[in-house]
């Protein structure tokens, strides 16, 4: 599949490896399997606003610069 959607991937990867919480964990919260999560996040799929407000509560990314750095570094 073609990418299509921006993600910051690396600084994603950091903040959830920083966060303590488990992949599964995550999953579960979002709502989505492990390979929907890993089709979102190398930018094949689009995450849902739902999903970006989960992930950053989860991951506590509070400044709208370093969402924004993530989920729409091309914006």
Known sequence: MVKTHNID???LDQYIKNSGLRIAYILEQLG???QAFDKKRKGTYAFRQSEVYVLCD???I???SEKAKIFYPKC
Do not use: H, K, P, Y
């Open 58 to 60: 989860l991951l506590r």
């Open 9 to 11: 991937t690396e600084l």
């Open 32 to 34: 989505i399997s492990r």
């Open 62 to 64: 509070t400044d709208a």
